[in-house]
């Protein structure tokens, strides 16, 4: 692990460990406080479905949107709001950002990263691609706005099998970055020449395949949901791969009623949500010793907080800035993204490997 993703980690664990949990007397009048001022000054807010279910609840409540990366970006454009909260980690309200660079975007905790963004770094990105100056460089959209910005495409999991089989379609040969397992996936799924950047997710880089087909077997009337950038050995037991929406969407419609889910954990909330009458059990980690620190669930995530997003709103303070020719090259790439997605259906993802 590089030094910038340990340093931020540790960051973020000792945050989440200090922090008090509100009583639900705080946490009315928060959420009391907190919807005064977003009336006033037009506010919404655009969550993830891996942060605290408090703040999911609060979002759709006060008119906002609970949603998977891609989502997440095309509320922000298409909203009427004049300031946007982003709960989540800093490439969505990046991707916030760029795409209305007219609108105020804030974030409750400006040091929420992810892994993922952090172990590819600009300048060492951009010598990897010199090596290989044929190649159509895809990005995913947990990434920097800089790389967004070098790079041809932008995708998010729920379209990167349609994007990447549009480009194998046209002869492309591609660079794949940051999520190594991704990348796997794409290959396998589309066959297209890929050649991957070596980057992981800290929280599904940790789900085991050896555990999870002995819980698979003790289950086997369970299906078993994986989100892509799990190692290839998980996914190959997966019924379903697919982003946290499609996740979702999939639990919702199954005729079955037991799921093993192989994500954060801060998406069983919205599972609950949705397919109230079925049950939900978390894919295995190493997470059973006493050392263990990985416990499915996103640190990052974990750093957003409901009396946060007050005390920045009522300070105007941790304003998302994006320097204008970086944002203009990414927003290039973001919006062939979100064009590509209104011109094809999203692929179903049923396992295809
Ligand atoms: P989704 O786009 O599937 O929500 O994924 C975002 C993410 O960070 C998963 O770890
Ligand atoms: Fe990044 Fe993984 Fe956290 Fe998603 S769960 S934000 S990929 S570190």
Redesign the pocket.
């Known amino acids: 692990m590089n030094i910038s993703i340990e340093t931020s980690l540790e960051k973020a664990r000792k945050l989440n460990r200090l922090r008090s949990v509100p009583s639900d007397y705080e946490l009315e009048n928060v959420k009391k406080e907190l919807l005064a001022l977003m009336q006033k000054i037009n506010a919404q807010i655009v969550c ?1 479905y ?1 942060v605290d279910a408090a703040i999911q609840d609060f979002a759709i409540s006060s008119g906002g949107v609970v949603a998977d990366s891609l989502e997440m970006a095309r509320f922000g454009k298409e909203s009427n709001a004049e300031v946007l909260i982003v709960a ?2 800093r ?1 969505m309200g990046e991707t916030a950002k760029i795409l209305s660079p007219d609108k105020k975007v804030i974030m409750p905790n400006l040091a929420a ?5 952090l172990g590819c770094e600009i300048e060492s990105f951009k010598r990897f691609c010199s090596n290989h100056p044929n190649r159509t460089v895809v990005v995913y959209a ?1 990434t920097s706005a800089e790389v967004k910005a070098f790079s041809d495409w932008v995708v998010t999991s729920s379209c990167a099998v349609s994007i990447i089989n549009y480009l194998k379609e046209n002869q492309q040969e591609i660079i794949f970055a940051p ?1 190594m397992h991704l990348g796997d996936y794409l290959k396998k799924t589309t066959g297209a020449d890929i050649l991957n950047w070596d980057g992981h ?4 880089d940790e789900f085991k395949a050896f555990e999870l087909k002995e819980l698979k077997s003790r289950m086997p009337e369970a299906e078993v949901v994986i989100h892509p ?1 799990s190692p290839a050995s998980v996914i190959e037991l997966a019924d379903f791969v697919g982003s946290t929406s499609q996740m979702i969407n999939f639990v919702a419609s199954s005729n079955k009623k037991k799921f093993i889910i192989g ?2 954990n801060g998406l069983i909330h919205m599972m609950k949500k949705k397919a109230p009458d079925k049950q939900f059990f978390e894919a295995p980690t190493a997470g059973n010793g006493a050392t263990c620190k990985s416990c499915a669930h ?4 974990e750093m957003n907080d409901l009396r946060d997003i007050l005390a920045v709103l009522r300070d105007g303070r941790n304003e998302i800035l994006v320097p204008k020719e970086i944002s203009y090259s990414a927003r290039k790439s973001i919006e062939k993204m979100l064009a590509f997605n209104q011109l094809k259906d999203v692929p179903k993802n049923r396992k295809t490997l």
Do not use: A, K
């Open positions: 993830h891996y989540g980690v490439f990263n992810c892994s993922l963004d947990n999520d997710c800290v929280v599904h950038e994500t954060d996103c640190p990052w995530m």
